[in-house]
């Protein structure tokens, strides 16, 4: 009985995340906005980051899946509170790849 209760439990189909877990799209979203945030100037990542610090710091702002209920100035169109993490991460990580890269083009003494 031991081992049916273990190959039960083992086979059990996979609960939906919490609440609390990062949405589940976000993999694809990160790559959609991978591709879209490196044909931009770093003008408009730098604007396109501000507007989502202030969007995504609001105390209303919920960063559901799929609900496209926010729209940015320098965005087209309208976009789930999950998609706009993601592109605040895709922000995140292009700032700081660049930044390394500077460091790493700068003449050193």
């Known amino acids: 009985m031991d081992l049916?209760?273990?190959w039960r439990e083992q086979n059990a189909a996979p609960q939906s995340p919490p609440s609390g877990d990062p949405p589940r799209y976000g993999f694809s979203y990160s790559v959609y906005w991978l591709q879209v945030?490196?044909?931009w100037d770093a003008e408009q990542r730098r604007r396109v980051a501000q507007e989502l610090h202030l969007l995504l710091s609001r105390?209303?702002?919920?960063?559901?899946?799929s609900e496209r209920r926010y729209h940015l100035?320098?965005?087209e169109g309208?976009?789930?509170g999950g998609s706009l993490v993601a592109l605040?991460?895709?922000?995140?990580?292009?700032?700081?790849?660049?930044e390394q890269e500077g460091q790493e083009q700068a003449p050193q003494s």
């Open 4 to 6: 049916l209760k273990r």
């Open 37 to 39: 945030a490196r044909t």
């Open 59 to 65: 105390p209303d702002f919920v960063a559901n899946q």
């Open 73 to 75: 100035p320098d965005l």
């Open 78 to 80: 309208h976009h789930s």
């Open 88 to 98: 605040a991460h895709v922000l995140q990580a292009l700032s700081t790849y660049e």
